[in-house]
């Protein structure tokens, strides 16, 4: 069984989860705004085209956008991996504002259980795109968490730090296109994901810049370089997505659960393991800066026996973005030290 029916009806309050109903949901944002939905596993990152989901490409694996303020999610027929759908809210008008329209409010339903339950964030002001709230899938069960996190870098700048390529439209005076454009609304960007392999967002290539930096440290210290690995970044993002989607800035989740705990949920059997976190830096060599300058963190980073790593980065919350370092020593690995 995945989701449960002690639903209650009751209204979402920020940060707030709930158990939703088995059976197709419809969501719906009614007003002046346009609906968008991310499929994503634990890593927050699509895996291709197919897992976006907006006015150009309605529907996918157990999702369809009914109209531009509306889509049935249907958790079993998701995508194989799909762990969670983030629903997104856009103005309708893309010159818009969203402290400039009414403020949205978000109902979940089924035919069977009607309203299962409603959420309105809190009013926002500059903010051009509103992360709304998203499904997540823990333990068997489906629940919804309440977001209400805006985002001033509009529908392509949070398509991006999922992990979607995006392309402004532009005009080309001397080379016209030899064949009609996709059709989209009024300055809208064009959306595509990323090749496997290649840095997908500027988050992408930041991890990739706060491992280096942080190895440049072992480095001068002479120890050995870590290596980057996929249960500890996917451990690292989930918390970072948690701390600003949730606006808090914690080692302990507001689930209880603490690093050793997400490292072994990810799947990583480990023989040591910490983590360091930063909140409100804006570049990689300033995070790693000053985790260089606390003496818990920079004890962290230079641990002669750790041998791999995992970065996670997420804009949201107060401070703005929140970063996560994990580091790991696999289960049965020689320590190169003794003991």
Known sequence: ???????????????????????????????????????????????????????????????????????????????????????????????????????????????????????????????????????????????????????????AGIARDFGVDVTEDTESPTAPPTSPPPSTSPGSPHFSAFAPGVPSSPLAQWRTEVIALTNAERTRAGLGTLTEEARLTTAAQSHSDDMAGRNYFDHTGLDGRHPADRVTAAGYTYRRCAENIAAGQQTPAEVVDGWMNSPGHRANILTPDLTQIGIGIAHGGTYGIYWTQVFGTPMGSANPFGG
């Open 1 to 155: 069984m995945w989701g449960s029916n002690d639903i209650g009806g009751a209204d979402l309050t920020p940060g707030a989860n709930r158990a939703l109903p088995t059976g197709t949901l419809t969501m719906a944002v009614p007003g002046p705004f346009d609906l968008s939905l991310l499929i994503t596993g634990d890593s927050g990152r699509v895996s291709g085209d197919a897992d976006f989901v907006f006015f150009n490409q309605t529907t996918a694996p157990g999702v369809t956008l009914r109209d531009a303020t509306a889509a049935a999610v249907d958790p079993p027929r998701l995508r194989a991996g799909a762990t969670r759908v983030t629903l997104v809210v856009s103005p309708a008008d893309p010159s818009a504002r969203l402290g400039a329209l009414p403020t949205p409010t978000l109902t979940v339903a089924t035919s069977a259980t009607g309203v299962a339950t409603r959420f309105t964030p809190h009013p926002v002001t500059r903010e051009t795109v509103l992360l709304l709230a998203e499904l997540y899938h823990r333990n068997g069960i489906w629940k919804i968490r309440a977001i209400g996190q805006g985002y001033a870098d509009g529908l």
